[in-house]
Structures are given as C-alpha cells and as structure tokens.
C-alpha cells in the first residue's frame, strides 16, 4: 500500500525526478521545449512539433538520449546549450491532452510557465510560414488550449510551424533559442 498525505506525496515526487531528471542540473538557466502533436502520427501536419523536436534533437546531438517518462507520459531529452539547458519533451498523449505532459514535466523540472515554449502548428496559416508567438490565447488550437489550463497561465512562447522542410525550421528555432538565451543572459 502506498503511504498517503504528504510523505507519499513526497516520496512519489523523489522517484519522479529521479526517473525525469537525466543528469545533474548544470548551473546555468533551464527552458523546455515541447513539441505538440499526436503520438503515432508522423508525418501528418498536426505532429509537425513532435518533428520539429525530433530535429532539434538530432542538431543538438542528443538524438539518441530520448527517454520514456510514464510520469510525465513525455518522451524527455536534456540537451546543454552553453552554461543553459533545454529539456526536450515530445507528449506521448493525444493532442488534447498534451498540456498534462507538459505541465507534468514542467513541475518535476521547476519550470515556470514562461520558461516553456510551445511548437506547434496553426491550421489558420497557410503553409510555409513561421510565427512566434508571446503567450495569448489558444486561438482554436486544442493543444495549446490543454497547455495554458494546465500550466494555469496563458503566458507562454509558441512556435508556430506551418512549413514542409522541417530542417529549416530546425534551424531557424536554434536560432531563436540561442538569441533569446544570449538576451536573458546579457
């Protein structure tokens, strides 16, 4: 039997982490990207941020690290990016509930909602753009809608991916991320 209150809340947690966190937290800052989409589904539009993260991966050399967290019910890769690091998370829940693995994840790795950035597409842009997106509403988009009800905050970052070649966006997101790393850093 499982103890109750919050020494098993406790105890539960520490096994979390111990699962979810990969390897020592380095001493620089922590974001999480999260690639929205549907499980099983490559290939189609709608998984375009699951994708665009298996890229991501493979550019920043951590391809081969994904690990299946049945507490976050994510696919997790941590990957250094200067004295920062990203935490990598692929859902492995449908698209409407996406926002439990990420909130899920971002609590066990002490992440605030502005410190998660969303890829996703936009079924309201045609394809071949790109937008960035400053937290706001879900504009339709259910996974974005389960991420801001379960991260309880509507001040997020989105990628918003409606392209074919999923290497240039790879790239252009690299980008971004090290432009905004280098902001927050000064």
């Not at 996406?98 to 079924?123: C, I, P, Q, W």
């Not at 991420?147 to 001040?155: D, E, F, G, V």
């Amino acid at each position: 039997m499982r103890p109750g209150g919050f020494l098993g809340a406790g105890q539960r947690l520490s096994r979390a982490m111990s699962r979810c966190v990969l390897e020592p937290r380095p001493p620089g800052k922590r974001w999480m990207v999260a690639g929205l989409g549907n499980p099983g589904l490559p290939g189609t539009r709608h998984s375009v941020g699951m994708a665009v993260l298996g890229q991501l991966a493979r550019r920043l050399g951590v391809a081969e690290s994904w690990t299946r967290d049945r507490h976050c019910a994510a696919d997790l890769a941590l990957a250094p990016l200067g004295d920062a690091q990203l935490v990598l998370l692929r859902p492995r829940r449908l698209m409407n509930a996406n926002g439990r693995s990420v909130a899920r994840a971002a609590e066990l790795f002490g992440l605030t909602a502005e410190e998660v950035y969303l890829v996703h597409d936009e079924l309201d842009k045609p394809l071949g753009r790109l937008a960035l997106k400053l937290g706001g509403s879900a504009r339709g988009h259910n996974g974005v809608r389960s991420c801001i009800s379960c991260l309880n905050s509507n001040a997020w970052l989105g990628l918003i991916v409606n392209s074919s070649s999923i290497i240039i966006i790879t790239i252009i997101i690299i980008i971004i991320i090290i432009i905004i790393i280098i902001i927050i850093n000064g």
